[in-house]
């Protein structure tokens, strides 16, 4: 890795914590920021209609819970592919043109689940849909995190991946009114179809956003053999355990908790709903203060202290008793501030991991390389819940943020690294 690569710049300690950090940015990042935050929210919509109508297509398709669980990991696996393919392609014709690609994939795939005649199809569209889910993320973290200054790139990304927060709730709001207004043999479609959506904002990405202006004499082809080798290989291994970790705990609650609260708390649509808002509000909040934390005390230190939260949140909410309802509603809040907020320091903490000729090839394969394997989780969620019940089973996602903790022995600290 190239001198500028390594060069650490020192954080500014003094600077202002707020979270208005984007203002920070120049007039194209600020456009780039509002398509990668865009982009990303509506990322987050599609994913999450399959978990919040996962009972309904359960019941439609007299599918078992392992086939249920099938159903999420499959598009975790392939989001491994997408991904890859995405940061290549980002390297080699640029960062906007390929999130481009990524949103219009994973919208058309959304839509085409919604149109399945049988669970087969429903499991083939919702693989390709993972084409594009994979690849979004990581191309528009990076899009953004090379205009960021170093001393603000930490809360830029974390206010990125806050809209996670806001495509999930937007999709538990969608979720709440068309179910309450249809069938369930109809309302799981409904949810799909509007899933389309986001095609409409890539003419917002061509008209409005530019990539940052690459530095001098940067090779313009990704290479996957290229960040296997020497140190750099080092660092794509212990960066892809890492996200295996964290996402393997994040998938095992965000594929199961509805199904959780529908069949074993035995909440209808409009309390399920509740229980969630109260969940989402807190990853919303996460989101924001794991990125004012990962800029202050560093990567690696926000990633341990909320990879051990998580765990012990998560076991905790997983294992309370029959008729303490209540107890998850006042847990739910604290579970999704440290589930999400572990999630605030990937964007900028991978994109500085990399070389500038390297950096989507990177982020894309270690980060969707953690959604594939770390689909293991809810699938094998899926499977215990026959011995353990649903609630039972869940808890082991804590084994994922243990996984995480191992991983962060490998890798260096980041914060305040030049990127250019």
Avoid at 214 to 229: K, N
Avoid at 248 to 276: D, E, F, I, Q, S
Avoid at 325 to 330: S, W
Avoid at 385 to 410: D, K, R, T
């Amino acid at each position: 890795m190239s001198t500028a690569q390594t060069q650490l710049d020192s954080p500014d300690d003094t600077a202002p914590m707020r979270f208005g950090a984007w203002r920070h940015l120049p007039t194209a990042g600020r456009r780039a920021f509002v398509g990668a935050f865009g982009g990303y929210g509506l990322d987050a919509f599609d994913y999450q209609v399959l978990p919040l109508t996962l009972a309904a297509i359960t019941v439609y398709f007299r599918i078992s819970a392992g086939e249920a669980g099938l159903l999420n990991s499959v598009t975790l696996v392939v989001s491994a592919i997408g991904g890859l393919l995405a940061g290549i392609l980002a390297d080699r014709i640029g960062r906007t043109r390929t999130l481009m690609i990524t949103i219009g994939t994973y919208a058309v795939c959304t839509l085409l689940c919604g149109l399945a005649p049988n669970f087969g199809l429903l499991l083939t569209f919702r693989a390709l849909q993972g084409l594009g889910f994979g690849g979004e993320w990581a191309v528009g973290a990076v899009l953004v995190a090379e205009y960021a200054a170093p001393r603000y790139r930490g809360r830029v990304a974390a206010l990125i991946q806050s809209s996670w927060a806001v495509g999930w709730a937007a999709a538990v709001i969608v979720y709440t009114l068309v179910f309450d207004l249809t069938s369930p043999d109809i309302g799981w479609r409904i949810m799909f179809m509007t899933g389309v959506l986001p095609a409409l904002f890539v003419l917002y990405l061509r008209r409005k956003v530019t990539d940052a202006p690459r530095p001098a004499g940067t090779r313009t082809r990704g290479s996957v053999r290229a960040i296997m080798r020497g140190g750099l290989g080092r660092t794509t291994f212990f960066a892809a355990l890492l996200a295996t970790g964290v996402q393997g705990g994040y998938y095992t609650l965000g594929t199961w908790l509805p199904l959780y609260l529908h069949t074993a708390r035995h909440l209808n649509v409009v309390n399920t709903g509740g229980y969630l808002a109260f969940l989402i509000s807190g990853a919303f909040v996460g989101y924001l203060f794991g990125g004012v934390l990962t800029d202050r005390i560093g990567r690696k230190a926000n990633f341990a202290i909320f990879a051990v939260a998580a765990a012990v949140l998560l076991v905790a909410y997983s294992l309370v008793p029959p008729g303490a309802n209540e107890l998850l509603l006042v847990l739910g809040f604290p579970l999704g501030f440290a589930y999400s907020a572990i999630f605030s320091g990937f964007g900028a903490f991978l994109a500085e991991l990399y070389p500038a000729e390297l950096r989507g090839t990177g982020q894309g394969f270690t980060y969707n390389f953690g959604r594939a394997v770390g689909a293991a989780f809810p699938a094998t969620v899926g499977f215990m819940a026959n011995s353990f019940g649903i609630g039972g089973a869940m808890s082991f996602g804590a084994l994922g943020y243990g996984i995480a903790v191992v991983a962060l022995l490998g890798l260096p600290e980041t914060r305040g690294r030049q990127l250019r």
